[in-house]
Structure formats: structure tokens, C-alpha cells
């Protein structure tokens, strides 16, 4: 039998009741006043958003007094120290760092990849304060050291890292992961290595088959915060877009004009940088040809024969005028180079990449985008400490920190 409107049964007006009653307590609970936490609750927030686990009971209390001895961003600040030493914290490099960078390392933006060259040494600078405006230009790597049964690193393969993350080893350890330089390991000439470019991962992913362009586009995701969409620019000179790019896509220039040219104008000239890069399947590593343009950047040029004829490595940063100025380039250098190292300063001293590293690192440690005008005022005082340390991330990750302890 069927019940009309008025004339429930008792249990089905007794459930309504009953979730009336659960939505009044709701509201009344969203509009009571959030307590702020206290040094303990600020202590334990900081280590677990650092760490990623909680912190042992003789750490919290040194990182809770901290907080009470000194109050204020101070306090905060101390407190996340602690969450940061490699002493203390080891987590924070060999799985919170580990985490936030994989994704950088693979076109498919993973986390969940084998520890590799280019993970340890970005963590590696991290941890030792490495200025991190020198991640695309210096000639340096992090590799592990006195581990017995450990293979030696090599440029054709990943077993080194691989088999290190396999046993155990923390990268928080200075005396079992050390820096080096990729020049005496994989015996890459030092006027060739670019930071984590020339890492073998870094190879291995962005400079593998292709034309090179994938290396560039990825640096923009990861280190300015811009996919090609949001640099498109059709006010830029065309002449340096390769062959390979046709005019005329489905025989329709406009299809060129209105959206290839806005990527390629900007992108091809500062991608030639990379011109003498090539990543083999033959060998498994990374090949560098000195003064020789690699055949990638010749191929397919039929589809447009007046296009640009790669001669060398010489790039130009066509962006420095037109709306991405606002990227914020560096006065002080020329715009223009040769070969992978200088274009790597080029990006690296740009205002872009200081507040690129900033955002990722709040959205990480605070677990929200810094959407609000207190959360973007706060990420631009960090972003000024950060570029005021010698571009020290370990800072950016404390600062973090403490702007969030209380939420």
C-alpha cells in the first residue's frame, strides 16, 4: 500500500527528523569560531606536512619548545628546522622530496618511478643548500657512496639508484650520498652539462627520439609554471621555426597563424639549445656531439623548405619582449647564448621560475593553492626570502611550513 505525502509511516518521519537534527548540529558547527592550535598541535602539523610521518616523542618536544621559547614566525621557523635535519628528519628527503620531484622526471608526471640521477640530485641540493638557480646549468650530481654491493653510477643505465632505493639507503645521509659532478661520472664535457638536463633521466625522457622540443616544454611545467598554452605569442618573428613545423596544417595557413606560430616563435629559437643532444636507444645514454647539429633538428623538411635550417646551438630568448616579458627576465644577462648551460641561466634567473618553485612548495606543505590574498601575500614574502638566500629551497620549505601551522 502506498502512503500519500501526509500520512508517513512513523520510522520514515522519525529518519528525517533524525537527519534535520544532524544538519542543524553541522551548521551550528562550521559557524562556532576554529581554535587556533597550540605549539604541540603547530609542532606535530609542521613535522607530519614536512616529514610526512609523525614526529618521535623526543622530537616533538624539542620542536615545541622551540615554538614556546620563541614566539611568533620565529618560534615556527626553528620548529621547521628541526622537521628538515637530516638528523631528525630523514623522511623528508628520501619520501616528501622524493615525491614532490619525481613527477619532473617522466612526460607522464609520475611519482611513483624509480629513484633516479636526476630525483637524487635535485634532493641532494636540497639538502645541502645548494643554490637551486643553478639546477639547469651547473655540472653537478648526487650519487651514493661506501655502500658495499652498490653498483658504480653509469650513463647507460639506472641500476646505481635503483638498487640504493631498493636497500634502504637514505639520501639524508651525508656520508653514504654525496655530490659530484656529471662531468667526471659519466665523462660528459663540463661546457655540456646543464643541471638536471643532462642528468641520464633527464636525458631519457625529454631528449629521446623526437626534437628536443619535449626538454623545453617540460622545463616550462616544471620550473616557470607554464604549459606552451599559456606563453602562446603570434606577435613574434617566425623565421626561426623550423622545417619540420608546416604552414599550412590541413591546408589551412590560418591554422599556423593563429596557434602554431604563437608556440614555435618563442620555443624553437630557445630549443636549439639543445641542438647538439640526443638521447640513444643504441647505447642507453645520453650522446653529445660537439659542434655537430644532431639529424632531429633537420627531419621532415618538406613540410615547409623555407623554413629554418638548424646551423648550431646559438639560442635567443624571443620572449624577452611582447607579453612574456612579464615572466620576468633577468636585465643583467644578453637573452641570447650558446648551447644548453646559458639558456639554463636564462630561465633560471627569471622571476617565473623564483615564484614557480614557490607555489609548488606551498601547495605541497600547505595542501592548498594559494588562492586567497593572505595565502598570495604570503607566498610573496617567501618568494622574496627565497631569492634573498641564494635561492635556498629548504628555506621555502620552512616558511611553508610555518605559514600553514595554524591550519
Not at 614556546?68 to 620565529?74: A, N, W, Y
Not at 613574434?236 to 623550423?242: A, E, K, L, Q, W
Request: hydrophobic content about 40%.
Amino acid at each position: 500500500m502506498k502512503h500519500r505525502s501526509g500520512n508517513r509511516p512513523r520510522r520514515e518521519l522519525a529518519r528525517r527528523a533524525t537527519c534535520g537534527a544532524c544538519v542543524v548540529a553541522l551548521l551550528a558547527a562550521q559557524a562556532a569560531p576554529v581554535a587556533l592550535a597550540g605549539p604541540a598541535e603547530q609542532a606535530k602539523r609542521i613535522y607530519e606536512r614536512l616529514a610526512g610521518v609523525p614526529p618521535s616523542a623526543a622530537v616533538l618536544q624539542m620542536m615545541t619548545t622551540d615554538i614556546t621559547s620563541t614566539p611568533g614566525q620565529s618560534g615556527l621557523l626553528a620548529a621547521a628546522s628541526v622537521a628538515t635535519d637530516p638528523t631528525y628528519a630523514p623522511s623528508f628527503y628520501d619520501v616528501t622530496l622524493k615525491e614532490f620531484i619525481n613527477p619532473w622526471t617522466n612526460r607522464d608526471q609520475s611519482a611513483f618511478v624509480p629513484l633516479n640521477d636526476y630525483t637524487a640530485t635535485v634532493i641532494g641540493m636540497v639538502r645541502d643548500d645548494v643554490p637551486f638557480d643553478t639546477v639547469l646549468s651547473a655540472d653537478i650530481l648526487y650519487v651514493f657512496s661506501n655502500v658495499s654491493g652498490l653498483p658504480a653510477p653509469s650513463p647507460a643505465n639506472n641500476d646505481h639508484y635503483a638498487q640504493a632505493e631498493a636497500m634502504g639507503v637514505s639520501m639524508a645521509d651525508k656520508s653514504k650520498f654525496v655530490q659530484t659532478t656529471q662531468s667526471s661520472v659519466y665523462g660528459l664535457p663540463a661546457q655540456a652539462t646543464a643541471g638536471v638536463w643532462t642528468t641520464r633521466a633527464g636525458a631519457q625522457a625529454f631528449f629521446i627520439n623526437g626534437t628536443n622540443r619535449a626538454q623545453f616544454r617540460y622545463t616550462m611545467l616544471n620550473y616557470l609554471c607554464h604549459d606552451m598554452q599559456t606563453v602562446m605569442d603570434n606577435t613574434r618573428p617566425t623565421d626561426r621555426i623550423r622545417q619540420d613545423v608546416s604552414r599550412s596544417p590541413g591546408g589551412d595557413s590560418r591554422v599556423f597563424l593563429n596557434n602554431c606560430a604563437g608556440c614555435h616563435s618563442g620555443m624553437d629559437p630557445m630549443a636549439q639549445a639543445f641542438a647538439y643532444y640526443d638521447f640513444s636507444t643504441a647505447s642507453n645514454q645520453l650522446v653529445y656531439t660537439a659542434g655537430k647539429v644532431q639529424p632531429k633538428y633537420l627531419k621532415n623538411p618538406q613540410n615547409f623548405p623555407w623554413g629554418f635550417v638548424t646551423p648550431d646551438d646559438t639560442w635567443a630568448n624571443r620572449w624577452r619582449a611582447g607579453p612574456n616579458a612579464d615572466l620576468g627576465w633577468d636585465p643583467n644577462l644578453p637573452g641570447s647564448g650558446e648551447g644548453a648551460k646559458s639558456l639554463g641561466q636564462e630561465l633560471e634567473s627569471s622571476e617565473a621560475f623564483a615564484s614557480c618553485q614557490v607555489v609548488k612548495v606551498f601547495q605541497t606543505v600547505c595542501l592548498r593553492a594559494p588562492t586567497s590574498q593572505a595565502d598570495q601575500t604570503t607566498v610573496s614574502g617567501i618568494e622574496q626570502i627565497f631569492k634573498s638566500s641564494d635561492y635556498d629551497l629548504k628555506k621555502v620549505f620552512q616558511q611553508s611550513a610555518a605559514a600553514c601551522a595554524g591550519s
